[in-house]
């Protein structure tokens, strides 16, 4: 069994720390039997919900599924990435107004962003793979190309911060 983090100074045995929680390492399985035991340790009110951050979308599919084979159901869990919690907290402090609805680096706001450039692109010195591979101009592969390439940004937002 993973060790247990340390309670807070608020924290009683029978509450569970106030604020956040913070699980890091680089095995999935060793993070999830540790927040495993932290919810049997302080589960949650009724009508609460837990929000988990992960790096990926693999990530997340891998922990939903791991959390509702170890609990028979998955339920009251958000599972995020960084980026998009990031967003929320500014637009909780910012305000609405200040910020849009979307990240304009969240992936499906980048697909619609990049699409008028890839035209330009393909036009572009030094870009003959992406000119030959749009050489139909069909808006489909176009769509697919700036599609992989939104993921391709949205990766580097969690692995390559700077």
Known sequence: MPAEPSPQPDAS???PPRGLLVLHGNRLETLHELLLHCQQRWPL????SELVLVQSNGAGEWFKVAQAQALGISAATRVELPSRFVWQICRAVLGNAELGARSPLDRQALVWRLLPLL???ARAPGFGAIAAFLAD???LRMLQLAQRLAD???QYQVYRAD
């Open 13 to 15: 045995p029978g509450r």
């Open 45 to 48: 009110a009724p009508l609460e």
């Open 119 to 121: 035209p330009r692109m």
């Open 137 to 139: 101009g069909e808006a």
């Open 152 to 154: 391709l940004y949205d």
